[in-house]
């Protein structure tokens, strides 16, 4: 794996840097610097193997490249043998999500961050991976600001950050390394926005015939900006939504993870402030940017190759339609009784069609990934 540019930057540089500012909105480069330090340290896990990165690796668009995940959809944890659900998505782009709330007027719950939007913001969600059981596994908050105190030069530069007290109270300690992680996060490392489509539309390139007829695809037939928005410069592809695809179980994970035959996993239901049973099954709108280097696919990583999950948009809902993978027809849903059959299932596009829709969202990869692209 090849160390990012920004890592050159050491900790004792950062302490020059520093401003000593304890506003933390005013962020400078201090702190992304040792937000950075912070994303890629495995010592705030249990057993000292696992950091941030490892499930959202810069050089892999910001996922988990690791043998696990791609074979069974899903990241092992610290211990080497714990294995999650839920498939790692791209941390790219994260930061765009809008907090997580309900909206009114579209009668939609809207934003957050990980699958199930349980964490309201990109600080929420920085830090739940240290005390999650199958991931970093520290038992708790304090566990690990003691770790972040073994590091005197973490120390002094939460000391010249945040103020001389930041360590008095572990509370605000914790608050202040998710803040810290957030801010590498929201830093154009994880939002270049310089894929093939981004130059297209400022000029510098040019769409192929077939990457033309995949975006007008996506815009009408296929109706993939219904959630996938391709709207103004700098589209996020998606509206930060939750839907319920139909996915199936991916039964291969579940043998791995010991969840058992009778568990299902109800996504958005299952968060706290979610009390709607029509929303049982329904996941994140991810954003489609570098959807072509950032599979397994799906938030159980069921499906590994882009263009299946295209053929099952289009066909999940066709009798006899065959997935792929598998060489068998569709399995059913998970939670299959709340599925959208309003923007996928009967897509009646045909194989070329397919292939230009694909087109298309390969010209979605940020220029850095590009020779990621299968």
């Known amino acids: 794996m090849k160390h990012h540019a920004l890592l050159v930057t050491t900790l004792a540089s950062l302490l020059l840097i520093g401003c000593g500012s304890t506003d933390t909105e005013g962020f400078g480069y201090d702190q992304i610097a040792l937000g950075e330090q912070l994303f890629h340290d495995t010592t705030l896990s249990q057993n000292k193997t696992m950091s941030c990165a490892t499930c959202h690796v810069i050089d892999a668009a910001m996922i988990d490249p690791r043998e696990t995940s791609n074979t069974l959809g899903a990241s092992l944890g610290d211990d080497g043998f714990s294995i999650a659900d839920r498939n790692a998505p791209t941390a790219a782009y994260a930061s765009f999500a809008p907090a997580f709330h309900f909206d009114s007027e579209e009668g939609l719950f809207i934003g957050g961050q990980f699958l199930d939007g349980r964490a309201a913001d990109l600080t929420a969600q920085a830090k739940g991976p240290f005390l999650n059981p199958v991931e970093m596994q520290m038992p708790d908050a304090a566990s690990v600001i003691e770790r972040v105190k073994e590091n005197s030069s973490y120390v002094s530069?939460?000391?010249?950050?945040?103020?001389?007290?930041?360590?008095?109270?572990?509370?605000?300690?914790?608050?202040?390394?998710?803040?810290?992680?957030?801010?590498?996060e929201k830093s154009k490392t994880f939002s270049p926005f310089d894929s093939k489509y981004d130059r297209a539309q400022k000029g510098q390139a040019t769409l192929t015939d077939s990457e033309k007829r995949g975006l007008d695809l996506f815009n009408g037939k296929a109706t993939c900006s219904a959630c996938h928005p391709a709207e103004g410069e700098n589209a996020l592809f998606t509206d930060f939504s939750y839907d319920n695809l139909g996915v199936p179980v991916n039964h291969a994970l579940r043998e791995a993870n010991g969840k058992g035959a009778d568990f299902i996993d109800n996504g958005l239901y299952d968060n706290p402030m979610v009390k709607d049973t029509t929303l049982k099954g329904a996941f994140k709108v991810s954003t489609l940017r570098n959807i072509a280097v950032t599979g397994p696919y799906m938030h159980n990583g069921v499906f590994k190759d882009l263009k299946t999950v295209i053929h099952f948009y289009n066909t999940r809902?066709?009798?006899?339609?065959?997935?792929?993978?598998?060489?068998?027809?569709?399995?059913k849903g998970e939670v299959d009784i709340n599925k959208n059959t309003e923007e996928l299932g009967n897509l009646k596009l045909s194989e070329a069609e397919e292939n230009d829709l694909l087109a298309f969202l390969l010209t979605l990869t940020d220029a850095q990934y590009e020779h990621l692209v299968p």
């Not at 103020?163 to 998710?178: K, N, P, V």
């Not at 809902?317 to 399995?331: C, F, H, S």
């Open 157 to 184: 530069a939460f000391k010249s950050i945040y103020g001389e007290d930041i360590f008095d109270d572990t509370d605000r300690a914790y608050e202040a390394l998710a803040q810290t992680i957030a801010k590498f």
């Open 317 to 331: 809902d066709v009798a006899g339609a065959i997935n792929p993978e598998t060489g068998e027809v569709w399995e």
